[in-house]
Antibody, heavy 123, light 111 residues
Framework: EVKLVESGGGLVRPGGSLRLSCASS????????FNWVRQAPGKGLEWVSY????????HYADSVKGRFTISRDNVKNSLYLQMDNLRDEDTAVYYC????????????????WGQGTQVTVSS | IVMTQSPLSLPVTPGEPASISCKSS???????????LDWYVQKPGQSPQLLIY???TRASGVPDRFSGSGSGTDFTLKISRVEAEDVGVYYC?????????FGGGTKVEIK
């Protein structure tokens, strides 16, 4: 079965850190680019970050630049999001989302999504 | 790029057509001739799923009652005959420029 499964969410205090993981199965992970997208409680979707298949192309939303780091391990077929210096406004469900098949400089569309992992930042 | 959807809420009758508008603050037409506009739906309790990419290309497995049109700054998602399973929040997203941005969403519900 083709799927993405996120993990690593939880409750963290402002200023703290979390590392999200996204495990893939059912397709050739290293052929695809990936994104992280988040959804605050009761709100719409917000794109967070992108990584190309070779990890050369990296992009971030301004709201997380300098605090979040996207990475991938093509041997473990996994995507990661290291989140540091977390703020209240980072509270959201975080989804990993597969982009196109290929090593592109920019994201284009998200054809496979995980179920999401909840991150809550609160004192 | 700011994405603006309308309406906010769309009550629909099964079997009837439905239409959602999405406008961008800048043209999404790339020099390669493609419009970098995608449509997603988030059904109740589920993750979002891709419906349309590059403004008018249906994603794999998407029923042909869904169609996307438009160019430049004005785009439309049409459902030719709404079914009960189509309820959810529909989002447009521009992929022309970093940061990618979504519209605020249109909630489709059955009358």
């Amino acid at each position: 079965e083709v799927k993405l499964v996120e993990s690593g969410g939880g409750l963290v205090r402002p200023g703290g850190s979390l590392r999200l993981s996204c495990a893939s199965s059912g397709f050739i992970f290293n052929a695809y680019s990936f994104n992280w997208v988040r959804q605050a409680p009761g709100k719409g979707l917000e794109w967070v970050s992108y990584i190309g298949s070779s990890s050369i192309s990296l992009h971030y939303a301004d709201s997380v630049k300098g605090r979040f780091t996207i990475s991938r391990d093509n041997v473990k077929n996994s995507l990661y999001l290291q989140m540091d210096n977390l703020r209240d406004e980072d509270t959201a469900v975080y989804y990993c989302a597969r982009d196109r098949d290929g090593d592109f400089v920019y994201p284009e569309y998200f054809d496979l999504w995980g179920q999401g992992t909840q991150v809550t930042v609160s004192s | 790029i700011v994405m603006t959807q309308s309406p906010l809420s769309l009550p629909v009758t099964p079997g009837e057509p439905a239409s959602i508008s999405c406008k961008s603050s800048q043209s999404l037409l790339h020099s390669n001739g493609d419009n970098y506009l995608d449509w997603y739906v988030q059904k109740p309790g589920q993750s979002p799923q891709l419906l349309i990419y590059l403004a008018s290309t249906r994603a794999s497995g998407v029923p042909d009652r869904f169609s996307g049109s438009g160019s430049g700054t004005d785009f439309t998602l049409k459902i030719s005959r709404v079914e009960a399973e189509d309820v959810g929040v529909y989002y447009c997203m521009q992929a022309l420029q970093i940061p990618l941005t979504f519209g605020g969403g249109t909630k489709v519900e059955i009358k």
